[in-house]
Every structure is written in structure tokens, then in C-alpha cells.
């Protein structure tokens, strides 16, 4: 929402201060400048990056559109999820544990958190550990330095495509100059015409240069650096779960291990004790 609030007010501000200065909007509708820069663009999207990246890059701007996941609410449920499952554990003993984390769309614990089965890398970030701690003959220290490598890849998965985009951003303004300069050479072309006839070329080659500024600095640099915010938010969740479980694994009372996991969550979105302790005692997210 706030980035189309963005969008809004860029193309409000500058389309109100050319306005303020009696400019002509026909002017700026310039479609054969918006095809070279736009069509170079995406050329140099698809030449830089293989597929996978490319669909990971449009749906991170998809994601841009709905906001950030991790708010207060998801992490209160997330630190029910994993107080439940550890109290289940606690109970049950390992055997109950292990069922859970093989199937987790079929486990009692999971199931009444869907929220969090629906985030896959995360229920296997999850599970994967506390399978191996199952397992036995894993120390807790060598399976948080297996849960720190996962965040890495994982992490350097999805600065790729924010990479990508940030490469187009920076490729806008040349490509803006390289329309520019088309525009300059049929300008040329029409040299001994109309003053008219050249005045209304010369501002369509200068609405090139125009329009590859405005791309990458008003709208692709930001949702580049909206996107990277989005992953730093992902990288923050899942580094609550591994502080969470890494905390039982070492042997500590669940509702412990819980705190240690929200002491783990950044500031801002950062539930209160009492709050995470009415979640846990079955209030919900919304107590």
C-alpha cells in the first residue's frame, strides 16, 4: 500500500511542478522514447539473468504491493506455534516430536498454525533441524552452524534478483541518453525545416533522457531497496526460529525457549512478555 502511496506522489509531484510551469503533457507522451528505454531494458533484464531470477524478481514486487508478512501478529503466532510444539514434546517425548517434523500438513501441532505452513522454507528450515536433533549424536552447536549456513543461502537467494533489478535501474539513465541521441539523429535529419518541426523534436529526444532518470530514481531504485528490506524482514523470522529451537535443543523449558525466540525479534515488531505469554496460554495473536 505505502509504495503505491510512493508512486502516487512522485508522479504527482512531478507532474504538478511541470504543470506549475505551464508545461504541455502532450509533450511528455512520447511512446517511441518509452519503447527504446523500456524494450532496452528489458533486454538487458533477460540477457543478465537466467529465468528462475527473473520470476523471483516479479514476485518480490508482487510482494512489495502487500507489505511485509512479518508484523506483530505473525510473530505472536509464530511464537505460539513453537511454544505448542515443544510443550507437545516435552509431553509426548520424541516420538510425537518426530511425526510431527516428517509430516508436518499432517501433524495435530502445524496444522493449527497454517500461516506458518504456508511459509515452505520456513517449516523445513524448522523441521530439518529438529529432525536432526531427533536423531541424536548432533551437538546443539553444530546444528546452529547448519541453521546460520541455511539462512546464508537462503539469504544470497534472495538478494539475486534485487541485484537484477538494481542493474536495470542503473542501466535506465544511458538508456535514457541512447533515446536521447536517436532523437538527436533524426533531428539532424530534419535540419532546414520548420523551427517548429525541430523545437518538437529536440523535446521528444530530451523526453528520453527524462523518462530513464525518472525510472531509476523514482521507481526502480526504490522498489530495489523495498525489496531488499523485504528480505533483511525474512532473514530476521527465520533467525528467531533457529534462536528458538537451538534454545530447546539445548535442553531449556519451552516457554524459555520461546522468550529467548522473541528477544530475537527486531523492536518494532516486537510483541511484549505479557503478550506472548497470553498467546501461549491460548489467547491467540489477537489478546
Known amino acids: 500500500m505505502f509504495a503505491i502511496i510512493g508512486i502516487v506522489i512522485v508522479i504527482g509531484a512531478v507532474i504538478g511542478g511541470y504543470l506549475m510551469e505551464h508545461g504541455v503533457l502532450s509533450v511528455l507522451v512520447q511512446p517511441a522514447e518509452l519503447v527504446i528505454i523500456g524494450g532496452a531494458a528489458f533486454g538487458t533484464l533477460f540477457i543478465a539473468n537466467p529465468i528462475s531470477i527473473i520470476k523471483k524478481l516479479f514476485a518480490g514486487m508482487l510482494a512489495i504491493l502487500k507489505g511485509s508478512p512479518y508484523t506483530k501478529d505473525a510473530y505472536l503466532e509464530t511464537l505460539k506455534m513453537m511454544n505448542t510444539l515443544f510443550l507437545s514434546a516435552r509431553k509426548h517425548g520424541a516420538t510425537k516430536l518426530e511425526a510431527d517434523i516428517e509430516e508436518p500438513h499432517k501433524s495435530d501441532v502445524f496444522t493449527k498454525f497454517p500461516a506458518f505452513l504456508a511459509q515452505h522454507h520456513a517449516v523445513d528450515f524448522l523441521c530439518d533441524t529438529l529432525r536432526m536433533s531427533v536423531s541424536g549424536g548432533v551437538d546443539h552447536f553444530s546444528l546452529d552452524q547448519m541453521m546460520e549456513l541455511d539462512m546464508e543461502v537462503h539469504h544470497h537467494g534472495t538478494q539475486m534478483p534485487i541485484g537484477a533489478l538494481n542493474s536495470v535501474a542503473d542501466s535506465l539513465p544511458g538508456?535514457?541518453?541512447?533515446?536521447?541521441?536517436?532523437?538527436?539523429?533524426?533531428?539532424?535529419?530534419?535540419?532546414?525545416?520548420?523551427?517548429?518541426?525541430?523545437?518538437?523534436?529536440?523535446?521528444?529526444?530530451?523526453?528520453?533522457?527524462?523518462?530513464?532518470?525518472?525510472?531509476?530514481?523514482?521507481?526502480?531504485?526504490?522498489?530495489?531497496?523495498?525489496?531488499?528490506?523485504?528480505?533483511?524482514?525474512?532473514?530476521?523470522?527465520?533467525?528467531?526460529?533457529?534462536?528458538?529451537?537451538?534454545?530447546?535443543?539445548?535442553?531449556?523449558?519451552?516457554?524459555?525457549s520461546v522468550e529467548f525466540a522473541r528477544r530475537a525479534i527486531p523492536h518494532e515488531v516486537r510483541p511484549s512478555f505479557k503478550e506472548m505469554e497470553a498467546a501461549c496460554k491460548g489467547g491467540g495473536a489477537a489478546s
Open 175 to 256: 538508456l535514457g541518453i541512447v533515446a536521447a541521441v536517436l532523437g538527436v539523429v533524426i533531428t539532424m535529419g530534419s535540419l532546414g525545416g520548420p523551427p517548429e518541426e525541430i523545437g518538437h523534436k529536440v523535446g521528444a529526444a530530451l523526453v528520453g533522457t527524462f523518462l530513464g532518470i525518472l525510472l531509476c530514481y523514482g521507481f526502480l531504485g526504490p522498489l530495489a531497496s523495498n525489496m531488499a528490506k523485504l528480505a533483511d524482514a525474512e532473514g530476521q523470522y527465520y533467525n528467531v526460529l533457529r534462536v528458538g529451537s537451538i534454545a530447546y535443543i539445548k535442553g531449556n523449558a519451552p516457554i524459555l
